[in-house]
C-alpha cells in the first residue's frame, strides 16, 4: 500500500497533463497545495511561474493562454485563494480561452466544521466553468485514475468551444512524508498516456449548400469578430475574393492587422457607420463574436437582409437578427464556402472602397496631435511585426476600432472582450509576453492601471519583457460618451463623484516604486520610438490627455468625415 498517495496522485495528474501538451503553470505558494507544487515542480515539460496574489495568476495565465491556445495550468492554496480566479475564469468561459485551475482543499472531515482556511469548494465557480470535477481525497486506489483524469481534463478545455476546467482536490495530511525518488518524483509514478486528439467540427455538406444559397451572387458584407479558429484570417479573405465582398473587422480578429492590405478589408467601419449611409448588403455572414463598435451593430440590426452567422459553441445571434446559425468551425466552414459560390457584381465592392478610402483619408490628414485616438494609431501602427498588442476593455480597443486602419505586417490585438472586465489587464499583458512567441505591448486606461497595480510587482520579479502604455485622463473617460455625461441625464456632482471618480493619481511614479523602468511621454515622436523598440523587460509610458476632449474631437471628426462622403452613391 502506499505511503503517500496524495503525493502518487498528484504526480500522476501532472504527468497525464503534461503528456496532453500543458507546458505552464502559474502557482502560488500555500501549504495545502504542497503535493500539488511538488509535482508540478519535478515536471520536466511543465514551467513555472510564482506569482503571489491569485487573481493576477489567473489573469497572467489567460493571457499565456490566449497566446498559445493551449491551457495554462493554475494551481493554489485552499479557501478564499481559489476564490481570486474566479474573474479570470469567467474571461475565460466567455472567450474561448483554455484554462485548467487545480484547488487544494481540506478533506470531508474538515468541512462545516469551523476549521480555518475552509470554505465550500464545489462547483466554486459555478457557470463560468466549463466542467468542474472534485477528484476526492487520494487514495492507493485512486492513484491509477488520475493518468485518465489528467486527459479528459485538457481535452475539455481544447474540445470547442475551448474554455477553462476546475478540478478540485482534497488533500489529507501528512502533506509532504519525504519519500521522493531520486529525481524528486514519487518512487511510483505512471507513465505518460498518448495524446488525445480533439477535432474541429465541420458543418456537413446540406448546411454549407444552404449558406451558399443565401450569400451566393449577392452583394455580401463579411463581419468578423473575435474567433480562435486557426487559420481564420486566410479563409475570409479567400472566401471575400470569391463572392467580392467587403470585410468589417474587429480588432480582436486575425483579419484586422493581419498586414497584407487586403482591399476587402473596411478599416474605418466605426466612423463610416456613425458618419453616413453606405450601400446596403444583401446579404450578411457574421463570423464569431460580436464586433465592438455600437453604430457597426446598431447597422446590422437595421438591415433586415439575409444574415447568417457562425459560431463554434457560444455565441448564438448576439444582435437578435440571424435567419441561419451554423455552429461549426468558421476557418473550415468559410473554406467549404469558398469552393461553391459565385462572385457578387463590382458595383458593390467598388462603392464600398470609395466611401472606406474617403474615411481613411480624412484620418490620414488629422493634425498630429498627442490625443487619445493618436496614441492608439501610432501604437498600432508602428510596432515590429508580428507583435501582440494587448488592448483594455474600455475605451483603448474602441480607439483602436475606430481610428488604426492599417497595418504594413502583422499584429494581433488581443482583449478580454469575452466579460469586458477591466482588471486584470496588466497581468493579461504579462501572459501573452511570457509566452515568448512576440514582442509584446499594452495599452490600457488609468483605472485599468490602478485596477491591477500589483501585477507590476510581479512584472518587475519575472522581468517580463512588456511596454503598457497608459493613457491617464483621471478617471472613466468612456462615460464621457454615455448618456450619464448630460447634466439633464445626472446631475454633474454626481456624475464626478460617483460615475467617473476622479482619482488624481499619475502612474508612472507607483509602478516605479514597484521597480519599473518608466517613462512620461509629451509627443507622438516619443511614442513611435517607444513602440518601435521591441521590449527587452517590463517598461511603463503614461500618457496625460484631457478626458472631457475626446466626444468633441469625435464629433468633429464625424462632420468631417459625413462632409467628405456627402456625394458618393449610397447605392450601386
Known sequence: MSTQPAAEFCAALVGALASQGADHACVSPGSRNTPLLLA?????????TVHHDERSAGFFALGRAKATGRPTLLSCTSGTAATEYLPAITEARMSHTPLLALTADRPPELQDRGA???????????????????????????????????RQAMAVALESPAGPVHLNIPLREPLVTGEFGPEGRPAARVAPHPLVTVPRATAAESEIRRIAALISGRPTLIVAGASTSPGLATAIADLAQALRAVVIADPQSPFRFAGTGDPALVAAADLLL??????????VLQVGAVHTSKPVNRWLQSLGTPFVHIHDGQWGD????????????????????AKVVEPAPEGFFAVWRR?????????????????????????????????????????????I???????????????????????????TALGLAAAGLGPTYALIGDLAALADIGSLVTARRLEVPVTI??????????????????????????????????????IAPIAAACGIDTETVDSLEALVAI?????????????????????????HLIRRIAAATADLPTTF
Open 274 to 283: 456613425a458618419s453616413g449611409d453606405p450601400p446596403a448588403p444583401h446579404a
Open 318 to 337: 448576439p444582435l437578435g437578427v440571424a435567419t441561419a446559425v451554423v455552429v461549426a468551425d468558421p476557418a473550415a466552414t468559410l473554406g467549404d464556402l
Open 40 to 48: 508540478l515542480r519535478a515536471e520536466p515539460a511543465i514551467e513555472l
Open 116 to 150: 480555518p482556511q475552509t470554505i465550500n469548494q464545489t462547483n466554486l465557480y459555478g457557470a463560468a466553468a466549463k466542467w468542474f470535477h472534485d477528484t476526492g481525497v487520494p487514495n492507493t486506489e485512486s492513484i491509477a485514475d488520475a493518468t485518465h483524469l489528467g
Open 355 to 399: 466611401w472606406d478610402d474617403a474615411v481613411r483619408t480624412v484620418l490620414a490628414t488629422a493634425p498630429a496631435r498627442l490625443t487619445e485616438p493618436a496614441v492608439a494609431d501610432t501604437l498600432l501602427t508602428h510596432v515590429p511585426a508580428g507583435a501582440f498588442v494587448f488592448a483594455g476593455s474600455s475605451m483603448p480597443i474602441r480607439l
Open 401 to 427: 476600432d475606430s481610428h488604426a486602419t492599417a497595418r504594413p505586417s502583422p499584429a494581433r490585438v488581443v482583449a478580454n472582450r469575452g466579460a469586458n472586465g477591466i482588471d486584470g489587464s496588466i497581468a
Open 531 to 555: 513602440a518601435a523598440g521591441a521590449p527587452r523587460g517590463p517598461r511603463l509610458v503614461e500618457v496625460h490627455t484631457q478626458r472631457s476632449a475626446g466626444p468633441a474631437a469625435r464629433d
Open 469 to 506: 502604455v497608459v493613457i491617464n485622463n483621471d478617471g472613466g473617460g468612456i462615460f464621457e460618451y454615455l448618456p450619464q455625461a448630460d447634466p439633464a441625464m445626472v446631475d454633474a456632482a454626481t456624475y464626478r463623484d460617483l460615475i467617473v471618480a476622479p482619482h488624481g493619481q499619475s
